[in-house]
Structures are given as C-alpha cells and as structure tokens.
C-alpha cells in the first residue's frame, strides 16, 4: 500500500543506464531474444523524434495502434508524453475496421500516429469514398513496408496538406527508429517505393560491404547503424 501523507514511495533514483523495457524479438538472427532498451537510448530517440517528427516541441495526441510487445507501441508512449502530449490507446485490431477507426480519431481528436502502409491506404479510401474529413490529423508515420508513390500521391490528396507525411525506418536493438524521411521532400515515381531516408539525429547509418568497407554511391551493401 502506497501512505498517502509519505513521499518516499517515489523517491526512486533512476540512472540513464538503466533499463526502461526489454522488448523480444527475433532480430536479424531468426532466434528470438530480449532486447535490454535503456533510458539513455529512448531519450536518444526521442530527441531525434521532436527535432524532425514535432519540432518546436508541441505536444500530440498520439494513437497507439500497436501491440505492447512491439517496440513502435513503446514509441509511442515516448513521443505522447515526453512531448506533453497525450497517448489515446486503442483497442486491439481498430485499424481492422476503418469505420471504427475514423470514428475514434475524430471523437478522440487524433493527432498522429504511426502504422504500416496497407492501412495507411485503406483509411485513404475510406476518407475519399464517404468524403469525411479529418481536420486534427497533424501527422502519419508509415512503417515502410512497401509504400509506392501512388499511394502517397493519394494521401497527399486526399488528407490535405496540413498533415505531414514521413516514413520511419529501424531495429529494435537500435531503439525503435534509426532513420526517417519526409515525403514533402522526396519525388518517388508512382510504381516506386517509398526511401527510409536518412539518419535522425544522434544516428548514423553506414553501408557496408562484407569486409566492412564502405561501397560506392549506388553500389549493393549491407545496413549498419551506429
């Protein structure tokens, strides 16, 4: 029990070393494991986060989407609240049902949030057939699975101009994002995918080849973050 006329329940001491979540994952190696996240590397990605995703530090109405178990749910506690936000959970498989989905971003007054590009194109649809607008969204991040010009193009049209468009590209063992790009930027060709884009701040991306070397502009290698 918590004594309520005491405040040494929260006099907890907590070092940026420490661990804030361990998140499983099978990685890049196929075997599931736990990825120990400190404090340090979450407020690393945070900082990158309110420099490029929220600059000016104006706090959002984030929907998570996600399940707990996957770090972008873990993101999205950050960004909501570090920033002075607030974090709409919602239930398990809203995006399933694009209907109930919309319905909640316009009761809950949605602000941003952060899925896959296949539901990114079906809220589009949805928003384009019933002609419903969505005048809170400020902005959406795609987990780029495959999202080609042509749906961009869409949403751009679609969802006006006053909602920012990035993709958001990462690891687990890296901290949820470790690269992002904004599509106001970016001309991809409609049959084209969308890029990850560059580093976000305190990241750096370099490619590789097998000897550890960097490869020429163009050349095939592999990712490595730092």
């Known amino acids: 029990a918590i004594d309520a006329e005491s405040s040494s329940d929260l006099d907890v001491q907590t070092v940026a070393g420490q661990a804030a979540v361990v998140i499983y994952t099978s990685g890049s190696t196929g075997r599931p494991k736990g990825v120990l996240v400190t404090h340090e590397a979450l407020i690393s990605t945070f900082t990158g986060w309110a420099g490029t995703h929220f600059p000016g ?78 005048d809170s969204l400020r902005l959406l991040v795609a987990i780029p699975d495959l999202w080609r010009g042509s749906g961009v193009v869409r949403a751009r049209r679609v969802l006006g101009g006053g909602v920012r468009l990035l993709t958001a590209y990462g690891v687990t063992e890296a901290t949820i994002d470790s690269s992002f790009s904004d599509l106001a930027d970016v001309r991809v060709g409609v049959d084209e995918p969308t890029p990850i884009g560059g580093p976000l701040p305190n990241t750096r991306l370099y490619v590789l080849d097998r000897h550890l070397s960097p490869v020429p502009v163009g050349a095939v290698g592999e990712l490595f973050i730092a």
């Open 57 to 134: 530090g104006v706090g959002l109405r984030w929907l998570a989407m996600n399940s707990v178990s996957f770090d972008v749910f873990t993101g999205d506690v950050v960004r909501a609240l570090c920033s002075g936000g607030s974090l709409v959970v919602a239930p398990v498989g809203l995006q399933l049902s694009t209907a109930e989905w919309v319905e909640t971003i316009r009761r809950e007054r949605v602000n941003a949030f952060e899925c896959s590009p296949r539901y990114l194109d079906r809220l589009v649809d949805y928003v384009e057939a019933t002609n419903i607008e969505l």
